[in-house]
């Protein structure tokens, strides 16, 4: 797996001429860091930025879906060719990386002194004692190792600063990037549970988002306006404003009936990520 992203960040610098942007901005060097990607000017364009975010899952910065990058191609399961296109078309480009919300490290090994050392048992009675607990030890440290050959060490998560979960990630990136960019005109691209960040963004940033955003196009977004306490204001904005293209065997662009009161539901046809291009 690290092959194939390393590969797919190489691209994003190489061929994509993207910048790998570290943060939180401030972090010290001992902290968890993750990052993101922009191209050059998606601070100082003054007329329109482009704003990705991926799915949940095992997916990282500059991926649709992994499936489609092993069975089909890069062009297939990559945001390669939508940030080929923006830029292209003038647009400055802020790649989100919502899934890298913290490091493994292993975790420090605690020693616990065996209380038969301050015992008044005989020598020769605490040496068959720990001779067993040493030997039951072992016998469970292999049974782990035959039971989950890859846990060779046990590790430990630690959370990366403000960034501890894709809708962490999301305002953090909005704040610190996307609120001080130049551009009139910000819009969005967010698949699946990356509607919903978006939605929580608008949640939690709506005054702010009303007056930057032009228009979101979500792709099989699996957000919930009444789930996550959407109010009003927000469901009207996302009905002007947002357009959700879903998997259907319709035509493309065939209006999907929808439950929720928030933005319209549109067929996305037969078409791969790579096809749909809205702006």
């Known amino acids: 797996m690290t092959l194939y992203l390393n590969y797919v960040y190489e691209l994003l610098e190489k061929d994509c001429n993207l910048k ?9 060097e001992s902290e968890p860091k993750s990052f993101i990607f922009m191209s050059e000017d998606a601070l100082t364009n003054p007329q329109k930025l482009m704003v990705l975010i991926h799915g949940s899952g095992v997916v990282r910065a500059g991926q649709w879906a992994r499936r489609l990058i092993i069975n089909e191609d890069l062009d297939s399961g990559t945001q390669i060719p ?57 016998r469970r440290d292999f049974y782990e190792k035959y039971r989950n050959p890859q846990r060779e060490k046990e590790m430990m998560q630690l959370y990366i600063r403000e960034n501890g979960s894709p809708e962490e990630h999301a305002i953090y990136v909005w704040d610190h990037f996307i609120a001080q960019s130049a551009a009139e005109n910000v819009f969005f ?21 009303k007056s930057k955003v032009t228009a979101v196009a979500l792709t099989d977004s699996v957000h919930n306006v009444w789930h996550q306490e959407a109010g009003k204001t927000i469901r009207e904005w996302m009905r002007e404003n947002c357009c959700n293209w879903v998997s259907s065997s319709e035509p493309l662009d065939t209006s999907v009936e929808s439950m929720l009161p928030d933005c319209p539901r549109v067929s996305a046809g037969m078409c791969l990520m790579r096809d749909v291009w809205v702006f």
Do not use: C, W
Request: glycine share 4%.
């Open 82 to 138: 939508f940030i080929k296109r923006a830029m292209d078309e003038g647009y400055g480009v802020i790649v989100l990386n919502p899934n890298e919300n913290y490091i493994e490290v292993e975790k420090p090994k605690i020693h616990v002194q065996s209380s038969s050392d301050s015992s008044d048992e005989p020598a020769e009675k605490r040496e068959r004692k720990d001779k067993v607990s040493k030997e039951t030890k072992k």
């Open 189 to 209: 691209v967010a698949h699946s549970y990356g509607g919903l960040a978006f939605v929580e963004l608008m949640i939690q940033r709506e005054a702010d988002v």
């Open 20 to 28: 790998k942007i570290s943060i939180p901005v401030d972090a010290t």
